[in-house]
């Protein structure tokens, strides 16, 4: 009656796919001549057919949708593009901001060379701006690439670009009068931020 | 069809969420079918099917391209599901063994207490059928059948899956086995 509990082993490695060669053989020669192990290996193999019978029962047919919409938003690196196309107020600032950025940066590189916003009352002299003793400069005062020498008068603010405040004997000092605020933009990123600053005062001032 | 996943598991990985479409509607019946089979009910095996596959997308990045994704897949499903039946299961009898006899013990006895189907049973009713049997074995036993049928996964891909070792994985395929045998065995 009862055989040797490896027959059925064998069974299940044979359904599994785990049997070898031998076990096959010495299996097939046991079921030719057991009829329990015949009927015991025929249930197996018909509850493996039903087993491997698919559940009846279906997807609905909105699955795919139901998981996309549970998803995570994009992650920004990948979407910003997307996501600049959704915020058209910010993608108008942005666009402007770096075109203002630009044009600073290239008038910056553009001139070395000195530059002075009024003729009016001033000498110049190789890369320095003279205010004379005596002499008055009405309004504000930009000079660029160059130093600045007070002995008159500046009626208003003297801003100083890529330049110094010094005195008739070179040192740095400031002699004469400057009834306003003296403004000294050396650093390209201050420029650029005195540049920025113009900018919207020219925009917002109107 | 995997060098088609591949790639499409790379898009994903690259931010393209729409690659990930493509990804669900390959393998949602499968998943689908390992969440009911675990489970025994059509919506709670939705529910996990959906949720498995929102965790497939957002630990893609841990998904590891020289294995395979259908397997990768599985282990969240039936994760899930094994979760899911254990936060709600009172029957937990069921799974109760008699020390020293490890295996069939107490459900093995409750087994056959249904009434045996027609012989003419159609095969919606044949298939329900099977599905609780599938549903009355212990949910240990449960999974390994269930990955076994629904997708032919391999006795060693079943134990990456639920990751436990393969001689636990042939005593419990063995085991479930014998038990369906018996309970399926007057169909
Ligand atoms: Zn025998």
Redesign the interface.
């Given at each position: 009656m009862s055989c040797p509990k490896r027959y059925i082993e064998m069974m299940h490695k044979y359904l599994d796919h785990e049997i070898t060669k031998e076990e096959e053989t010495e299996l097939k020669d046991h079921l030719m001549k057991c009829e329990v192990c015949q009927l015991h290996f025929h249930e197996l193999k018909r509850t493996e057919t039903l087993l491997e019978s698919p559940p009846h029962v279906q997807v609905s047919p909105n699955f795919t949708e139901q998981v996309m919409n549970k998803l995570p938003k994009e992650k920004k690196s990948i979407s910003y593009k997307k996501w600049l196309k959704g915020h058209p107020i910010f993608t108008a600032a942005a666009i402007f901001f770096i075109l203002m950025l630009t044009s600073a940066f290239s008038l910056w590189s553009q001139d070395g060379q000195l530059t002075v916003s009024k003729q009016q009352g001033i000498v110049i002299e190789d890369d320095t701006v003279i205010i004379p003793e005596g002499k008055v400069v009405t309004g504000d005062l930009v000079v660029k690439n160059g130093d600045v020498i007070v002995e008159g008068k500046i009626e208003g603010d003297l801003v100083l670009i890529n330049g110094n405040l010094i005195s008739s004997n070179g040192l740095l000092a400031s002699a004469g009068e400057v009834t306003g605020q003296i403004e000294q933009v050396n650093q390209i990123f201050e420029w650029v931020w005195y540049h920025t600053k113009e900018t919207f005062r020219s925009i917002f001032s109107f | 069809m995997e060098t088609i996943i591949k790639q499409k598991i790379r898009q994903v990985k690259?931010?393209?969420?729409s690659a990930?479409?493509d990804i669900?509607?390959f393998y949602?019946?499968k998943v689908?079918?390992v969440c009911?089979?675990m489970l025994g009910n059509?919506h709670e095996?939705?529910d996990m099917?959906?949720e498995a596959?929102?965790r497939a997308?957002?630990n893609i990045h841990s998904f590891d391209e020289k294995r395979k994704f259908s397997t990768w897949l599985y282990r969240i499903a039936t994760n899930l599901s094994i979760d899911r039946i254990r936060k709600k299961k009172p029957d937990y009898f069921l799974d109760a063994e008699v020390k020293g006899t490890e295996g069939l013990t107490m459900y093995s006895q409750l087994s056959d207490q249904n009434p045996l189907p027609d012989e003419e049973m159609e095969?919606?009713e044949?298939?329900?059928y099977?599905?609780k049997k599938?549903l009355s074995l212990p949910e240990k036993y449960r999974s390994i059948?269930t990955l076994?049928?629904?997708d032919?996964l391999?006795?060693q891909e079943i134990s990456e899956v639920l990751d436990i070792p393969m001689g636990t994985v042939?005593t419990r395929?063995?085991r479930g086995?014998?038990a369906?045998?018996k309970k399926?065995?007057d169909?």
């Amino acid at each position: 009656m009862s055989c040797p509990k490896r027959y059925i082993e064998m069974m299940h490695k044979y359904l599994d796919h785990e049997i070898t060669k031998e076990e096959e053989t010495e299996l097939k020669d046991h079921l030719m001549k057991c009829e329990v192990c015949q009927l015991h290996f025929h249930e197996l193999k018909r509850t493996e057919t039903l087993l491997e019978s698919p559940p009846h029962v279906q997807v609905s047919p909105n699955f795919t949708e139901q998981v996309m919409n549970k998803l995570p938003k994009e992650k920004k690196s990948i979407s910003y593009k997307k996501w600049l196309k959704g915020h058209p107020i910010f993608t108008a600032a942005a666009i402007f901001f770096i075109l203002m950025l630009t044009s600073a940066f290239s008038l910056w590189s553009q001139d070395g060379q000195l530059t002075v916003s009024k003729q009016q009352g001033i000498v110049i002299e190789d890369d320095t701006v003279i205010i004379p003793e005596g002499k008055v400069v009405t309004g504000d005062l930009v000079v660029k690439n160059g130093d600045v020498i007070v002995e008159g008068k500046i009626e208003g603010d003297l801003v100083l670009i890529n330049g110094n405040l010094i005195s008739s004997n070179g040192l740095l000092a400031s002699a004469g009068e400057v009834t306003g605020q003296i403004e000294q933009v050396n650093q390209i990123f201050e420029w650029v931020w005195y540049h920025t600053k113009e900018t919207f005062r020219s925009i917002f001032s109107f | 069809m995997e060098t088609i996943i591949k790639q499409k598991i790379r898009q994903v990985k690259q931010g393209d969420q729409s690659a990930f479409e493509d990804i669900v509607n390959f393998y949602q019946k499968k998943v689908f079918q390992v969440c009911y089979r675990m489970l025994g009910n059509i919506h709670e095996a939705e529910d996990m099917a959906q949720e498995a596959f929102v965790r497939a997308y957002t630990n893609i990045h841990s998904f590891d391209e020289k294995r395979k994704f259908s397997t990768w897949l599985y282990r969240i499903a039936t994760n899930l599901s094994i979760d899911r039946i254990r936060k709600k299961k009172p029957d937990y009898f069921l799974d109760a063994e008699v020390k020293g006899t490890e295996g069939l013990t107490m459900y093995s006895q409750l087994s056959d207490q249904n009434p045996l189907p027609d012989e003419e049973m159609e095969s919606l009713e044949l298939q329900s059928y099977i599905q609780k049997k599938i549903l009355s074995l212990p949910e240990k036993y449960r999974s390994i059948i269930t990955l076994r049928y629904v997708d032919d996964l391999s006795l060693q891909e079943i134990s990456e899956v639920l990751d436990i070792p393969m001689g636990t994985v042939k005593t419990r395929i063995h085991r479930g086995r014998e038990a369906l045998r018996k309970k399926l065995r007057d169909l």
